[in-house]
């Protein structure tokens, strides 16, 4: 009888050799994952850190804690795995007497875990009822958002968060469609508002994106994780960030720029009133981006761009 071998498909990881480099991974180093996903970029931080490094990784998601655990199990002494979100990143760090580390990495955006798992309402690719939570433990779904809240709210997202030109009329379009129950029938509604977009993007994406956005508070909570990861940064450690779409990637940017700066004053005053004083050098002055290589292989990498800053 033949035996029926199952491969275990990982969520390949982003910029690797990039992320290393960029971390400036040294054996004995203590780094933070903020999003250790299916672990990919914490096992290439393990491997590189050897002999003595050690990881914490923490994700809203225990599904891919769970994944990220069983990837890195070869390491089992060198890493310490938390369900946790961006915003308590100084309290898991804090319980374990984790600081000062020599890197943190921020892989931001979604893993192919939660792309192509059933049941997570995140794509338009399968028609599932509206969820798009990384934490499955919290309360506010997409079910919640699309037919909860009022037609400006949704307006205002999706304008915000999508950057939709049609968030208006997509808006209404929703609410006179409601109760919307699945990523189906969103899809639908979106593309019968006369959304567009370029050849071969699906025009409801945008409106996924912001949805997905306002659910799990992804800029809110980026934000929190930057300011607090700056503090548990030792002396000369770095900081990488990988972002996948222009509003996540403005907001690093703009975030690596403050912190740079010695003065953060309004332009046109005539002498510092602020006082700022930076706490971050930026390593790469442009922005990183995958070769075309790593495009071809892995197509969901062609919009990853990334970002390094050392603290001083
Ligand atoms: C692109 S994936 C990371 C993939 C990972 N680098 C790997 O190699 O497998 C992004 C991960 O960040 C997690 N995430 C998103 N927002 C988060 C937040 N506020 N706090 C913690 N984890 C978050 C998601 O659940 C997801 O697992």
């Known amino acids: 009888m033949r035996e029926l071998i199952t491969v275990r498909v990982f969520h390949q990881p982003v910029m690797v050799k990039e992320v290393i480099n960029g971390l400036w991974v040294r054996p004995g180093g203590r780094y933070i994952d903020c999003t250790i996903g299916e672990g990919g970029h914490s096992l290439a931080i393990l491997e590189a850190s050897l002999p003595g490094g050690q990881l914490l990784g923490?994700?809203?998601?225990?599904?891919?804690?769970?994944?990220?655990?069983?990837?890195?199990?070869?390491?089992?002494?060198?890493?310490?795995?938390?369900?946790?979100?961006?915003?308590?990143?100084?309290?898991?760090?804090?319980?374990?007497?984790?600081?000062?580390?020599?890197?943190?990495?921020?892989?931001?955006?979604?893993?192919?875990?939660?792309?192509?798992?059933?049941?997570?309402?995140m794509s338009f690719q399968?028609?599932?009822?509206?969820?798009?939570?990384?934490d499955l433990e919290q309360e506010l779904t997409a079910m919640e958002v699309v037919n909860g809240y009022s037609q400006e709210e949704l307006a205002s997202v999706i304008?915000?968060?999508?950057?939709?030109?049609?968030?208006?009329?997509i808006a209404e379009a929703i609410v006179n469609h409601r109760p919307v129950?699945?990523?189906?029938?969103?899809?639908?509604?979106?593309?019968?508002?006369?959304?567009?977009?370029?050849?071969?993007i699906n025009p409801a994406t945008r409106t996924f994106q912001a949805i997905r956005m306002e659910v799990n508070r992804e800029l809110e909570?980026?934000?929190?994780?930057?300011?607090?990861?700056?503090?548990l940064l030792g002396y000369t450690a770095?900081?990488?960030v990988?972002?996948?779409?222009?509003?996540?990637?403005?907001?690093?940017?703009?975030?690596?720029?403050?912190?740079s700066s010695d003065c953060i004053c309004p332009p046109g005053l005539p002498r510092c009133v602020c006082g700022h004083k930076a706490v971050l050098k930026l390593i790469s002055k442009k922005v990183i981006t995958p070769s075309l290589g790593e495009v071809q292989a892995n197509p969901r990498?062609?919009?990853?761009?990334?970002r390094i800053a050392e603290h001083i």
Do not use: C, W
């Open 242 to 259: 990988i972002s996948y779409h222009s509003l996540e990637d403005r907001l690093v940017k703009l975030f690596l720029r403050q912190e």
């Open 221 to 231: 909570n980026l934000s929190e994780g930057l300011h607090q990861a700056v503090n």
């Open 159 to 169: 304008s915000r968060y999508g950057e939709e030109p049609r968030a208006r009329q």
């Open 301 to 306: 990498s062609r919009s990853a761009r990334l």
């Open 181 to 200: 129950h699945t990523t189906g029938e969103l899809a639908y509604i979106v593309q019968s508002a006369g959304s567009r977009s370029p050849r071969r």
């Open 58 to 121: 923490i994700d809203l998601d225990s599904r891919a804690l769970a994944s990220a655990k069983e990837r890195l199990s070869p390491y089992k002494d060198s890493f310490l795995l938390r369900k946790a979100g961006f915003s308590q990143l100084e309290e898991v760090v804090l319980e374990h007497n984790y600081a000062p580390v020599h890197g943190i990495l921020f892989d931001l955006g979604l893993s192919s875990l939660q792309l192509g798992s059933e049941g997570r309402g």
């Open 126 to 134: 399968r028609d599932e009822p509206l969820d798009m939570r990384f």
């Open 238 to 240: 770095r900081l990488v």
